[in-house]
């Protein structure tokens, strides 16, 4: 087994450092993976990671195979990292900065590895892995949200002014992916929580009208920062 996984998200560039040893594409019983399985070293760690809308960067969030992806990662390591964007429901939260969320609402489209048999099992993240998140970000100095709900819609499109004042009371940030990889994670035993660039304010929110790009570009520079805090969160392990 690898020390961590991590699954890049809308922001995941080039990582200097990351030597990869080995790229496998992965068949599960749910189908093919977003991406293959890099596996390789950085900071002396081996890690696991996996590309969430594939190498080129083009699966929509709603066409992401999150079960099949956590199927195949779930085979390599205990702990997984979600590299996620998302968007701010609340005029104090700067933009762009980044937030290691503690828990999520996803009432509309959860999803399961349990179709055929009853099973329930309580949702959350993982706080042991959050701490080393938290931990390793305070050294950076950089913004750091330490806490914040995290609301998942569906998407591909963003979120409308009326909705998204509805979500405003029920949480501080608004994606596409991260509920839907940490439940399938609770379901196989494997330990996650997510790094969360913050890249825009959510539909509303704010006067300015949203533009995609620039939504991109911003989690695309937002990068570096997390870099920063994975690569000294991987050296404290």
């Known amino acids: 087994m690898s020390d961590i996984g991590i699954i890049g998200g809308t922001g995941f560039a080039e990582w200097d450092g990351f030597v990869v040893d080995e790229k496998e594409k992965k068949h599960t019983p749910w ?4 991406s293959p399985l890099y596996r390789g070293t950085l900071k002396g760690k081996k890690i696991v990671l996996l590309k969430r809308h594939g190498p080129e960067h083009d699966i ?10 956590i199927y195949a990662l779930q085979k390599e390591v205990d702990e997984l990292v979600g590299i996620c964007s998302a968007g701010a429901l609340r005029e104090d939260i700067k933009v762009p900065s980044i937030s290691i969320p503690n828990d ?10 349990y179709n055929e048999k009853i099973k329930h ?3 959350g993240l993982s706080f042991s892995l959050r701490d080393e998140l938290i931990k390793a970000s305070k050294e950076t100095g950089e913004d750091i949200n ?21 979500l405003c009371d029920f949480g501080d940030l608004v994606g596409m992916t991260m509920a839907s990889e940490s439940t399938l994670c609770k379901e196989t035993g494997v330990g996650y929580a997510a790094l ?4 825009n304010y959510a539909n509303g929110v704010k006067k300015e009208e949203l533009d995609y790009e620039e939504i991109v570009d911003t989690a695309q520079n937002n990068w570096e920062n997390i870099k920063k805090i994975l690569e000294i969160f991987l050296e404290s392990r």
Do not use: C, M
């Open 146 to 166: 330490e806490e914040g709900i995290y609301i998942q819609t569906q998407g591909p499109r963003l979120e409308t002014k009326a909705e998204v004042n509805i």
């Open 121 to 123: 099992v309580t949702p």
């Open 31 to 34: 189908g093919t993976p977003s």
């Open 196 to 199: 969360v660039s913050v890249d």
């Open 104 to 113: 999520y609402v996803n009432l509309w489209n959860p999803i399961t590895f």
């Open 60 to 69: 929509p969030p709603h066409r992401i195979n999150h079960r099949a992806n």
